[in-house]
């Protein structure tokens, strides 16, 4: 056998779904290992092991079993060390767990680093080669050591280039044989990873056959994790990367021009645009597409292809990050001060600066929120599923226009890049809202139109498109001071009107944005505010908490400018937890600079900033760390 188990001596008591670890008779850590276990792959960056981590994912997947994939990887090409973890939770959570309980070691460069953060009792399944002695001996793990070199050289000899590929499906196979996965399931995910290559299946999936082979002659399993089938837990569901969502949102949205500059995690989002427009927006004369889609030469230029086609009457959007975000600035006030319609997609990442290109964070909601150079409000919408991806960006593009304004869509690299679980995506039933557009039997029966008259008292003017066939359509676009038919103007009086006008605006979109999710089911008088991918989290620290005894309620912002449903709910509670990914509290910062006075005591922020998607755990040990703090008592 070449499978090792240090410290047989010490006993494991199994209980149902639960693994209890007990030292002289004290438990030190109670888990479920039946279905609630994650699986972390070692490689490194350029390796193919996307490929096999996903077929292995979604084999688990067709057992009713729900998973969570998420990908570390660096911002090199090739040679750097990447993660894949593949969270099991037959509760569903989604969100990323802190630590990792399987192994999949063949990354020799973290081999130490690896292993030291396999959790107690947890399995390491290895290169036969990596050495085992030190501090990559530990007495509370078991090994399997498998020779996944020699392998793909002896079963794929004459492969070439291909044997880095199939050696990662060999350790599918092992796992597969480890952990219970029927071969069936395997292959039926190679079929969907690869759809119509049948060389392609049939070669991977002997390659998940070789470590099938070897783990059933040589590996003893002695570790508790195994995967047991279920019934209605992933039926129904399909997995689907946010930026996949959001693109087809756009189709759906009526997004006629895109324009944009590759940045990760953004790119794919204009990539799977253009993929849906091949098949779905095409002229059926010309069989071009019916849609502009522009690379520009950098951000800044995007953002005026954007403003230029939306000012046009087209529905317009960019897509990008942080960066990118940065270069847009005098496009955005431009858009708010102008009122032009564009929607501006970003998926955040980790920085400042370059930061980190590969990391997830909501970094940049307070600079979004603001972005120009004085007194500009935007609309901002923070998905937190990939159902929300799809139904938002939808809904911006009818923000966009019927507010005459930029919206920015803030989504992050997690929700972004990594597939999530997710019911199907639903056909649109409602109607475009463009907003208020005049045309030319409008303006025949209008008298005195002025393009940024508030006739509704709503902040909102009417607005012409060029082309209008009648006398009074055209009109001037000013980034300057301007007065309510548009002229030039620099009076005092006038500039401070035109503000007070666009922050009614703002106030009217706090009811039309979308309204925040409340889940309010107890009297407490603690709750949880958050947004974006943090829910995820949030909703197992519920869980854990609740099971600990405390009750919370929660809320979920899903937009800028804030509702007033939130002052509501703040004055409800007797704190409020902010829980973010951020250093600074950007949406704590946002809140006590809009919240009445008296409310703002009551807040309390929690922050996760280190780059990877955050965990519950980040919820729960500050908060209870400050549910246990002494009260203090002024004086």
């Not at 960006?393 to 226009?401: P, Q, R, V, Y």
Request: aromatic letters at 8%; proline letters at 6%.
């Amino acid at each position: 056998m070449r499978s090792r188990l240090h410290s047989p001596e010490q006993p494991l008591a199994l209980a149902g779904a639960g693994r209890t670890v007990r030292t002289d008779n004290v438990t030190i850590m109670s888990v479920r290992a039946i279905n609630d276990f994650t699986i972390r792959v070692a490689t490194v960056n350029g390796s193919g092991s996307q490929s096999s981590n996903l077929v292995l994912t979604n084999a688990i997947a067709s057992l009713g079993i729900p998973v969570a994939p998420k990908n570390v990887f660096p911002s090199n090409i090739e040679g750097l060390p990447t993660w894949f973890d593949v969270r099991v939770s037959a509760l569903g959570y989604q969100c990323r767990a802190r630590d990792f309980d399987v192994l999949v070691a063949l990354n020799a460069a973290t081999w130490q680093q690896d292993v030291a953060g396999v959790k107690p009792g947890g399995a390491v399944v290895h290169e036969e080669s990596f050495p085992c002695k030190g501090d990559t001996l530990r007495e509370d793990l078991s090994y399997y050591a498998v020779p996944f070199t020699a392998l793909a050289k002896e079963h794929f000899a004459d492969k070439g280039d291909l044997r880095k590929y199939l050696m990662n499906m060999i350790y599918v196979g092992v796992l597969a044989q480890l952990l219970d996965i029927p071969e069936a399931s395997l292959e039926e995910s190679l079929r969907s990873q690869f759809r119509s290559k049948a060389a392609a299946v049939e070669l991977n999936l002997s390659a998940v056959r070789v470590g099938i082979e070897y783990a059933k002659q040589h590996l003893e399993k002695h570790d508790p994790w195994r995967l047991v089938p279920m019934s209605g837990k992933t039926e129904g569901l399909m997995f689907m990367e946010g930026n996949r969502a959001a693109a087809l949102g756009c189709v759906m949205g009526g997004c006629t021009v895109a324009a944009w500059y590759p940045i990760t995690p953004s790119s794919s989002l204009c990539e799977y645009f253009i993929q849906y427009c091949d098949r779905y927006r095409v002229d059926k004369e010309s069989g071009e597409r019916s849609v502009a889609i522009i690379q520009a030469e950098d951000e800044l230029a995007a953002a005026g292809i954007v403003f230029g086609a939306g000012w046009a009457g087209a529905r317009a959007m960019t897509s990008t990050s942080g960066p990118g975000i940065s270069l847009m600035a005098e496009y955005a006030g431009y858009g708010y001060f102008a009122e032009v319609p564009g929607v501006i997609f970003d998926v955040q990442r980790a920085g400042p600066s370059t930061g980190l290109p590969t990391r997830t964070m909501q970094g940049d909601v307070a600079f979004a929120y603001t972005l120009s150079h004085g007194d500009t409000k935007h609309l901002v919408l923070l998905p937190a599923t990939v159902a929300e991806a799809y139904e938002l960006s939808m809904e911006a593009f009818d923000l966009a226009e019927r507010f005459q304004t930029p919206v920015f869509v803030l989504s992050d690299l997690d929700l972004g890049m990594n597939p999530w679980l997710t019911p199907p995506l639903q056909y649109p039933e409602k109607p475009f809202d463009r907003g208020k557009v005049l045309g030319a039997d409008d303006l025949s029966s209008v008298k005195g139109w002025g393009r940024y008259r508030d006739v509704d008292k709503d902040g909102i003017g009417y607005r012409t498109l060029p082309g209008t066939d009648h006398p009074g359509a055209g009109f001037f676009t000013r980034g300057t001071g301007h007065d309510e038919e548009a002229r030039y103007s620099e009076l005092p009086e006038v500039w401070q009107r035109n503000l007070d006008r666009l922050n009614r605006k703002t106030e009217t979109a706090r009811t039309a944005v979308p309204a925040p999710v409340v889940a309010e089911k107890t009297t407490t008088k603690i709750a949880i505010l958050a947004y974006g991918t943090t829910h995820h989290a949030v909703v197992e620290a519920l869980d854990f908490l609740r099971e600990s005894g405390i009750e919370l309620n929660y809320m979920r912002v899903r937009a800028l400018p804030l509702s007033p449903d939130v002052a509501t709910f703040v004055k409800r509670h007797d704190r409020v937890y902010v829980v973010e990914q951020n250093r600074d509290g950007q949406l704590y910062g946002i809140l006590r600079t809009e919240l009445p006075t008296h409310l703002i005591g009551r807040l309390e922020s929690i922050r996760h900033y280190n780059g990877v998607p955050i965990d519950a755990h980040a919820i729960i040990d500050p908060l209870l760390d400050a549910e246990r703090a002494p009260a203090v008592v002024a004086e």
